[in-house]
Antibody, heavy 123, light 108 residues
Framework: EVQLVESGGGLVQPGGSLTLSCAAS????????MNWVRQAPGKGLEWVSY????????YYAESVKGRFSIFRDNAKHSLYLQMNSLRAEDTAVYHC????????????????WGQGALVTVSS | DIQLTQSPSFLSASVGDRVTITCRAS??????LAWYQQKPGKAPKLLIY???TLQSGVPSRFSGSGSGTEFTLTISSLQPEDFATYYC??????????FGQGTKLEIK
């Protein structure tokens, strides 16, 4: 069974830092591209960051570029999101999500999601 | 970035109703569209990918159609467990796979 479990959320002051983790199980983690998606309280889904299967290519939403870093450890089946210079508007539940592929091998969805980690940025 | 606009944003319906949600893209995205269901406090669940392919395990009352800029999600006969928020997502523009704003489906 595919499972993604986030951890590391919590309350942090504006300007502070936090690192989220996502532990993967039930599939060959090193074969899959991964993403972070966040959801502010009462709001919709916002894509945050992407990392390739080997961890060599990373991309970020403009709203977090320069402040957040995505990385992974395939040996530990884990994905991470380091968040620096946090702002009130970063308050959200952060989900890790696995890329799903269609029969032709093209990216077709985010097929599995973790339950999320709540990050609250407040003084 | 490609913008996705869902309509309606809120929908009130009864058990047994047929409902349709529309997702419009700001530019053509071929069939690179997915639909998700999210219940309060839960992770999104994949329903449909490639605009019309049902994810394994998803009931056949869910169906998707469309290509280019206009897409629809249809639930043929609403069940109590279907009351949730639904999101579309485009996967045409790597890596910024944007989402629609969501459609909240409520019990009438």
């Amino acid at each position: 069974e595919v499972q993604l479990v986030e951890s590391g959320g919590g309350l942090v002051q504006p300007g502070g830092s936090l690192t989220l983790s996502c532990a993967a199980s039930g599939f060959d983690f090193s074969d899959y591209e991964m993403n972070w998606v966040r959801q502010a309280p009462g709001k919709g889904l916002e894509w945050v960051s992407y990392i390739s299967s080997r961890g060599t290519n990373m991309y970020y939403a403009e709203s977090v570029k320069g402040r957040f870093s995505i990385f992974r450890d395939n040996a530990k089946h884990s994905l991470y999101l380091q968040m620096n210079s946090l702002r009130a508007e970063d308050t959200a539940v952060y989900h890790c999500a696995r890329v799903g592929y269609d029969s032709g091998g093209y990216t077709s969805s985010f097929d599995y999601w973790g339950q999320g980690a709540l990050v609250t940025v407040s003084s | 970035d490609i913008q996705l606009t869902q309509s309606p944003s809120f929908l009130s319906a009864s058990v047994g109703d047929r409902v349709t949600i529309t997702c419009r893209a700001s530019q053509g995205i071929s069939s690179y569209l997915a639909w998700y269901q999210q219940k309060p406090g839960k992770a999104p669940k994949l329903l449909i990918y490639a605009a019309s392919t049902l994810q394994s395990g998803v009931p056949s009352r869910f169906s998707g159609s469309g290509s280019g800029t206009e897409f629809t999600l249809t639930i043929s006969s609403l069940q109590p467990e279907d009351f949730a928020t639904y999101y579309c997502q485009q996967l045409n523009s790597f890596p910024r796979y944007t989402f629609g704003q969501g459609t909240k489906l409520e019990i009438k």
